[in-house]
């Protein structure tokens, strides 16, 4: 049991940075989607290419997000091997991340609204 034990406190040591930089970038994707729905300016040329760098900045920052949350899944796959447990943790760290980064950007989007 210590072995495991150690072997998971190595496997989240390691994946600490990935973790963080996934976590931020989802924020970040997630928040470039609530913003391209919004209608900023008069005209329509205006409001398309707005939308368009939003979803480009979208899918740079989303894609970020699943590299590193795949690097966590590499870690944990080295230290604990290709066990379900293994797989277990990382799924279970990919749904917290995308959960709360969604979480966030819904947030502060309903505290904007509330403010107005």
Same mark, same amino acid.
């Given at each position: %049991?210590?072995?495991? %034990?150690? #072997?998971?406190?190595? #496997?989240?040591?390691?994946?600490?940075?990935?973790?963080?930089?996934?976590? &931020?970038?989802?924020?970040?994707?997630?928040? /470039?989607?609530? @913003? #391209?729905? %919004?209608?900023?300016?008069?005209?329509? +040329? !205006?409001?398309? =290419?707005?939308? $368009?760098?939003?979803?480009?900045?979208? =899918?740079? /920052?989303?894609?970020i997000g699943?590299?590193?949350?795949?690097?966590?899944?590499?870690? &944990?796959?080295?230290?604990? !091997?290709?066990?379900?447990?293994?797989?277990?943790?990382? @799924? $279970?760290? %990919?749904?917290?991340?995308v959960v709360?980064?969604?979480? +966030? +950007?819904? !947030? =502060?989007?309903?505290?904007?609204?509330?403010? @107005?």
């Amino acid at each position: %049991m210590n072995e495991f %034990m150690e #072997s998971l406190r190595l #496997s989240f040591d390691c994946s600490i940075n990935y973790l963080t930089w996934a976590f &931020f970038s989802l924020v970040t994707a997630f928040a /470039f989607d609530r @913003l #391209s729905d %919004m209608k900023r300016f008069k005209n329509r +040329v !205006g409001n398309c =290419i707005s939308r $368009l760098i939003c979803k480009a900045y979208f =899918i740079v /920052f989303f894609l970020i997000g699943v590299a590193n949350i795949n690097y966590i899944r590499e870690i &944990f796959s080295f230290y604990l !091997g290709s066990s379900i447990i293994s797989n277990t943790f990382w @799924l $279970l760290i %990919m749904v917290v991340l995308v959960v709360n980064a969604g979480l +966030v +950007v819904i !947030g =502060i989007g309903d505290k904007k609204s509330k403010d @107005l």
